[in-house]
């Protein structure tokens, strides 16, 4: 089992382009979540997906968005970045049967914004 | 809403010394607790969890305790090693959000 596979593992961006992150679930699991973790912070839930819809969102802006494709895979994308968008981003994957399920995390994608 | 708060750190300590790292939290219904580790440059692996009160966590020495009345979730072991240096997270999640909540993490360095 490959575990939670995100790609790319660095990418360096310049300020207002786009950038997509992708991640690929463990085997099994049907829910996936996207963190921003900034330098020095503790990871910030961005939004989860289950069954292709988001399910729930934290508290980021408009130009995050993700979709969920019919393998469970996913894609977060960022518009018109900033350099404070600059951070590691992760995702986790789990098996939606209750709060007490483990998530297991990717190794992450680090964006840098300059 | 929900919350966690971390000891501060850098934590530095010696090769076989005891390690505690405080958590308490706030939440909106019965949280599940973790303790998430990350070592340089990787991403989060659980460490240990509790999903109800007085359940005790325990992996690889490390252990914590759910303490509903005084809603912590301490994270202790009785001789770290140098392997054991990383930075180590406090989470909550709760039925109704799904989404897990963070502390600001602890850097542990352990010296031999």
């Known amino acids: 089992d490959a575990g939670v596979t995100q790609s790319p593992t660095h990418l360096i961006k310049t300020r207002g382009q786009q950038v997509t992150l992708r991640c690929s679930p463990k085997?099994?699991?049907?829910?996936v979540s996207w963190y921003q973790q900034a330098l020095g912070q503790g990871p910030q839930f961005i939004f989860q997906?289950?069954?292709?819809?988001?399910?729930q969102r934290g508290n980021f802006p408009d130009r995050f968005s993700g979709h969920q494709f019919p393998n469970y895979s996913s894609e977060l994308n960022v518009n018109a970045l900033l350099l404070g968008d600059s951070a590691l981003y992760l995702c986790?994957?789990?098996?939606?049967?209750?709060?007490?399920?483990?998530?297991?995390f990717g190794q992450g994608t680090r964006l840098t914004v300059v | 809403g929900n919350s966690v708060t971390q000891m501060e750190g850098p934590v530095t300590l010696s090769e076989e010394a005891f390690l505690t790292i405080n958590c308490t939290y706030t939440?909106?219904?019965?949280?599940?607790l973790f303790w998430y580790v990350q070592y340089p440059g990787e991403g989060l692996q659980l460490l240990l969890k509790?999903?109800?009160?007085?359940d005790k966590g325990s992996n690889k020495g490390f252990e914590a305790t759910y303490r509903k009345e005084t809603t912590s979730f301490h994270l202790e072991k009785g001789s770290v090693q140098v392997s054991d240096s990383a930075v180590y997270f406090c989470?909550?999640?709760?039925?109704?959000?799904?989404?897990?909540?963070f502390g600001s993490g602890t850097q542990l360095t352990v010296l031999p």
């Open positions: 986790a994957s789990s098996f939606t049967g209750g709060a007490g399920t483990e998530a297991f």
């Open positions: 085997s099994g699991h049907d829910t």
């Open positions: 997906y289950y069954e292709e819809e988001e399910r």
């Open positions: 939440a909106t219904g019965y949280p599940s």
């Open positions: 509790a999903t109800k009160a007085d």
């Open positions: 989470a909550l999640v709760t039925g109704s959000a799904r989404q897990l909540t």
